[in-house]
């Protein structure tokens, strides 16, 4: 129900937007989320929407920015300034509306995920 796209290799200080478009039921009021996983790392939060409202992790913060187009049913992870060390599987996951903030930064607080799309920056 949910499908990442737009993975691929940069450079670093390139750019990529991926896209989460959902299908199946209509995502507008779930609480989003953006989460990488490096190989040998846990699944790691990066970002995530929820009741209008954006987080990120520190980590990425002032470089990545999510926004939501509710008429295609799509979440976008717009990634800047990449580094090698963002390379990573990304995947997107979707929350209830209610999920409770403190667990944003969780996987196991999302009820669905997309199968991944990977993202290599090169140095």
């Known amino acids: 129900q949910l499908v990442e796209s737009g993975g691929g290799l940069v450079q670093a200080g390139g750019s990529l937007r991926l896209s989460c478009a959902a299908s199946g039921r209509t995502f507008s009021d779930y609480t989003m989320g953006w989460f990488r996983q490096a190989p040998g790392n846990e699944r790691a939060f990066v970002g995530g929407l929820r009741r209008g409202v954006t987080y990120y992790a520190e980590s990425v913060k002032g470089r990545f920015t999510i926004s939501r187009d509710n008429t295609k049913n799509t979440v976008y992870l717009q990634m800047n300034s990449l580094k090698p060390e963002d390379t990573a599987v990304y995947y997107c996951?979707?929350?209830?509306?209610?999920?409770?903030?403190?667990?944003?930064?969780?996987?196991?607080?999302?009820?669905?995920w997309g199968q991944g799309t990977q993202v290599t920056v090169s140095s």
């Open positions: 996951a979707a929350g209830p509306k209610t999920l409770i903030l403190s667990t944003m930064y969780t996987p196991g607080a999302y009820d669905y």
